[in-house]
């Protein structure tokens, strides 16, 4: 476990509702997530967590998340929930919300240059 100096890495309990309802025809996508395994208390913050512990336990948890075979379907699931703390599919709460602030961009764009056509073709 990642430890800085004089300063012990302390980990909160992962909730218990972290799998989605979701299931597919293979099965739930969550029982290949990496992180059920032995490393979860890394991607929960404790109360109170300095920053360089908070940073240093995130870093280590993306790290799990980049050897994980389900990372990209655990991300999109912490987008469309949307998971409010933790880090999921390699994402910590804040990038989600910018991701998630990214992609509503995107689709205002999108129905924008939609509608811009729309106008083009019908005039």
Not at 36 to 48: I, M, Q, T, V, Y
């Amino acid at each position: 476990m990642l430890q800085l100096p004089h300063q012990p890495l302390q980990v909160a309990a992962v909730p218990s509702q972290r799998a989605p309802a979701r299931e597919d025809e293979a099965g739930p996508w969550h029982a290949e997530a990496v992180c059920r395994r032995d490393e979860a208390g890394l991607f929960f913050a404790p109360s109170k967590e300095p920053t360089a512990a908070r940073l240093a336990r995130e870093a280590a948890a993306k790290r799990v998340c980049g050897r994980c075979p389900v990372m990209v379907e655990c991300r999109e699931h912490a987008l469309l929930q949307p998971e409010p703390y933790g880090v999921w599919g390699g994402l910590t709460a804040a990038e989600r919300r910018v991701a998630l602030a990214r992609r509503r961009r995107r689709e205002v764009e999108l129905r924008n240059a939609a509608a811009t056509d729309r106008i083009a073709q019908a005039g």
